[in-house]
């Protein structure tokens, strides 16, 4: 269990917070992109609620992928990925602790930031709420879903673009649920069915995810 | 058998074969010494030798059993050192050999890890982001894994890049009581390894087109 705890866990998140200015980066990112469109489109309340869950969904896409290289890149490049995978610990376990902890340092300030995003975007407390419980089921598929292509691409230089042209495809259907849910907010209609549906993409994730990337990894080893 | 043994083992990178049918065999006490040309495939054996990539024909059995197969404990008696040196450039030396140690289920005291790099030359180092220190002061710090894990195998990728004359001969010393005492090394060098290494086999890898 040390291996685990203080080989990965706490290995990640040191470095998460020796390399402060690549965790805020995205955040910033994200921040800005959503309060150029109150400025950019006028501050109508009524035009910014019926694009704000969109605005915001897709500004956590983008922004998530700036930050999404560095769960393997500095791993692969200096080799400590070749001495993971020679430390006998179990591979599959390993990714999903650094998932884990990519998600804690990326996901989790973006979660608390949520509310000032909602706040730009006129967003009523019913859809900010929604937007929280899609944010929070949607942000570990992004991680996890994001990881293999990382795993994948982490071999070529300058991949950065081509992750972006692999996964934004790949979020579509996020998107399309995470925003039509919190358009049925606005309504004030039932949005559990969405909700349930990101679950259901989540914990299929959860599943198989951690298998996908360890085979990506090995195959970026070769 | 005890020992390592590779046997018929071919690799072939983008189209070209590196080696063919080719088959070493380590046993207790030996230092292996493969020499070769640039792009001989001395890197890309030492990797199949560690499991870490795949031949595309042969086997590598250690101890009799493969090291390829999920039951095999092979990593517990290996330590590898790539040409690449593992460390995180955002971290001390002290913290990169800490987690490393923690992974590999090695048990150190920080103190006991302070004492390895002194024995390395890196007294007041230790907690220097690893960036700051100079190659071969990196290279010392990579080193310090011999010392730290107990492991019968050594497979070790140009191990003398960047070291002084010192460093050199300190690591030859290691070598030789690492031999004496029943430990297992394969290497790889552009120079020639001096007598202070003890007793040697050497492997020329040619250069195929």
């Known amino acids: 269990m040390s291996a685990f705890y203080t080989g990965v866990f706490k290995r990640d998140l040191t470095l998460a917070f020796r390399q402060k200015a690549e965790l805020l980066q995205p955040l910033m990112f994200l921040v800005l992109v959503v309060s150029l469109f109150p400025i950019g489109v006028g501050p109508a309340p009524e035009i910014l609620q019926v694009i704000g869950p969109g605005v915001i969904w897709v500004a956590a896409i983008l922004s998530s992928l700036m930050g999404m290289e560095r769960l393997f890149r500095d791993d692969f490049h200096d080799g400590s990925l070749e001495q993971l995978m020679l430390s006998g610990m179990n591979l599959n376990l390993v990714v999903a602790v650094k998932i884990f902890v990519h998600w804690l340092v990326s996901a989790v300030p973006l979660l608390i930031l949520s509310p000032l995003l909602a706040m730009f975007l006129h967003m009523t407390f019913d859809m900010y709420i929604a937007l929280l419980m899609t944010l929070l089921l949607g942000t570990p598929l992004i991680s996890m879903v994001g990881a293999i292509a990382v795993g994948l691409t982490v071999g070529v230089n300058r991949g950065g673009v081509l992750l972006a042209l692999l996964l934004i495809p790949v979020f579509i259907p996020l998107l399309i649920f995470a925003t039509s849910a919190v358009d049925s907010a606005a309504l004030q209609l039932p949005y559990l069915s969405q909700l349930a549906i990101i679950a259901a993409m989540l914990l299929l994730a959860v599943a198989f995810s951690p298998f996908a990337i360890t085979y990506s990894l090995k195959v970026s080893q070769n | ?209």
């Not at chain 2, 020992?3 to 063919?20: E, H, M, N, P, Y």
């Not at chain 2, 080719?22 to 030798?49: C, E, F, H, M, W």
């Not at chain 2, 250690?62 to 197969?69: A, E, H």
């Open chain 2, 1 to 209: 058998m005890s020992g390592l043994s590779a046997s018929q083992l071919t690799c072939i990178k983008r189209d070209r074969v590196l080696f063919k049918a080719l088959s070493l065999q380590v046993s207790k006490g030996d230092l292996l010494y493969l020499r070769g040309p640039n792009g001989a495939g001395k890197t890309s054996l030492l990797r199949i030798l560690t499991g870490l990539s795949l031949p595309e024909e042969g086997d590598v059995v250690f101890d009799g059993v493969s090291i390829f197969s999920s039951h095999s404990n092979y990593t517990e008696k290996l330590v590898y050192l790539g040409h690449k040196s593992a460390l995180n450039p955002a971290l001390s030396a002290v913290e990169n050999l800490h987690f490393w140690a923690a992974q590999h289920r090695v048990s150190i005291k920080t103190a006991n890890l302070y004492e390895v790099l002194d024995t390395l030359g890196l007294v007041g180092l230790e907690e220097v982001p690893v960036k700051f220190l100079s190659a071969g002061q990196q290279r010392r710090v990579a080193l310090s894994r011999l010392w730290l894990k107990t492991a019968e195998l050594w497979v070790l990728d140009e191990p003398f890049t960047a070291l002084d004359v010192e460093g050199v001969s300190l690591l030859e010393k290691l070598f030789a009581n690492h031999c004496a005492a029943g430990g297992m090394i394969i290497t790889t060098s552009h120079q020639a390894l001096s007598s202070m290494a003890g007793k040697y086999r050497t492997y020329d890898l040619e250069y195929n087109l």
